[in-house]
C-alpha cells in the first residue's frame, strides 16, 4: 500500500534552516508529481511546493518562494524541501503527497521560534 514518511523536523530559531524528507513506497514514486503541504494550529491546509515527476518543474508558494527548495531523487524514492531563512510562521505539521493521490502521510513538525 502507499506509504509517506516524512522526517527532519524539529525547533530551529528564526533565521535558521532545515531539510525535511520525504519517504515514499507501494507506489512508481518516479510518474508522479509530488507536493509538500503544510497545516499551522487552527488553520487549513496548504500547498506549499509542488515538483514534476521528472524533477524538471518546481512551483512554490508565494510566502515562501525564495526560501524554500523542492527537490527529489527518483532514484531512492525520496522527495525533499530544503528551507532556509526560516519564520515563525513557517511553524507547523509539513506533509507530502503524491498529486491525484489521497494518501498522506502522518507528517513532521517544524517549530520556528527562539
Known amino acids: 500500500q502507499v506509504q509517506l514518511v516524512e522526517s527532519g523536523g524539529g525547533l530551529v530559531q528564526p533565521g535558521g534552516s532545515l531539510r525535511l524528507s520525504c519517504t515514499a513506497s507501494?507506489?512508481?514514486?518516479?510518474?508522479?508529481?509530488m507536493d509538500w503541504y503544510r497545516q499551522a494550529p487552527e488553520k487549513s491546509r496548504e500547498l506549499v511546493a509542488t515538483?514534476?515527476?521528472?524533477?524538471?518543474?518546481?512551483d512554490y508558494a508565494d510566502s515562501v518562494k525564495g526560501r524554500f527548495t523542492i527537490s527529489r531523487d527518483n532514484a531512492k524514492n525520496t522527495l525533499y524541501l530544503q528551507m532556509t531563512s526560516l519564520r515563525p510562521e513557517d511553524t507547523a505539521v509539513y506533509y507530502c503527497?503524491?498529486?491525484?493521490?489521497?494518501?498522506w502521510g502522518q507528517g513532521t513538525q517544524v517549530t520556528v521560534s527562539s
Open positions: 507501494g507506489f512508481t514514486f518516479s510518474r508522479y508529481r
Open positions: 503527497k503524491a498529486r491525484g493521490s489521497n494518501n
Open positions: 515538483i514534476s515527476s521528472s524533477g524538471g518543474f518546481m
